[in-house]
């Protein structure tokens, strides 16, 4: 069913798994990504940017998700990822998104916990989840780009103190991983996100997925990240595919010769993501 990210962590959780979160950058990639999830009978977070959603539509976005989590019986959220500007998160809980993401990483931490209580409220009395975000993940965030010198890992008194104080229902870490970083892999810091575990009772949230490695996706998982973010990968496997495809096809060929497999590229980098993610022992 269409459901929350609350919904989906909490069963995560009773399964000790981590649901995969994965960005869609058009339309035509979407289906694909939930009938993914469906052939593992996992559930499955569709995020986008606040540029994406602009672009495809807010409604149409959930249009799909909705129907889709109907006839293919999957439990789907829709979710926005990093949005900073109050406006932007509540068209989209206005428009039917499931879920949002309020980013306040950049601000002072008592304006970040204000402004996150504020889209709480808004989004709880609307049966809408929140992520909120401490720390500073690496690489590039809605193409501000951030330096490593500026890169503040999540201090786990201060998770723990943000959440008391906010309500949100996920908590963004910033341990080590970069957004964007997919010609390399990232070396996490399981120590720092054992102890924030230990402070922190809410499910717990990787962005930059793309550049973990395999093998530690199950320590991550042992030590509470239920939302796990993929999205460049998706946009290399699509992109690469669609140079090949578009490369020599005569233009008069109907597109979905080409497109066809680029969605099939993406719905495999999806498929061993949530493998990964489901079957945790092939990871430790
Ligand atoms: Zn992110």
């Known amino acids: 069913m269409y459901t929350t990210l ?23 990639m979407l289906p694909d990504l939930i009938r993914a999830a469906k052939d593992f009978e996992a559930p499955i977070i ?15 976005l959930v249009a799909v998700c909705q129907a889709m989590a109907k006839t293919e019986q999957v439990d789907v959220a829709l979710h926005l990822d ?18 949002v993401m309020y980013d306040g990483s ?21 049966g809408v989840s929140v992520e909120g975000e401490i720390g500073t993940i690496g690489g590039t965030e809605e193409g501000i780009q951030v330096s490593e010198q500026d890169k503040v890992y999540t201090n786990p008194k201060d998770a723990l103190a943000f ?4 309500g949100v229902d996920a908590l963004a870490v910033a341990i080590g991983t970069n957004h964007g970083q997919y010609r390399s892999k990232t070396e996490v810091n399981v120590a720092l996100l054992e102890e924030i575990h230990r402070s922190v009772a809410i499910p717990l949230v990787i962005h930059g997925g793309t550049g973990v490695k395999e093998e530690d996706i199950g320590k991550l998982v042992d030590r509470g990240i239920r939302k796990f973010n993929v999205g460049t990968e998706l946009l290399v496997a699509w992109t690469k595919t669609a140079k090949e495809t578009f490369s020599d096809t005569p233009v008069n060929q109907s597109l979905r010769h080409m497109i066809i497999p680029c969605n099939h590229a993406v719905k495999q980098v999806v498929s061993k993501k949530i493998a990964c993610f489901m079957n945790r022992s092939l990871n430790q």
């Open 6 to 28: 609350k919904e989906i962590t909490e069963m995560a959780t009773k399964r000790n798994i981590t649901a995969g979160a994965f960005n869609t950058h058009n339309l035509e």
């Open 46 to 60: 569709i995020q986008t940017s606040v540029d994406t959603a602009k672009y495809i539509g807010h409604e149409n």
């Open 82 to 99: 990093h949005a900073r500007d109050f406006a932007d998160i509540k068209e989209a809980i206005d428009k039917g998104y499931s879920s």
């Open 106 to 126: 950049h601000l002072p931490f008592l304006e970040n916990v204000l402004n996150t209580k504020e889209v709480v409220a808004y989004a709880h009395e609307r």
């Open 163 to 166: 959440v008391k104080q906010t």
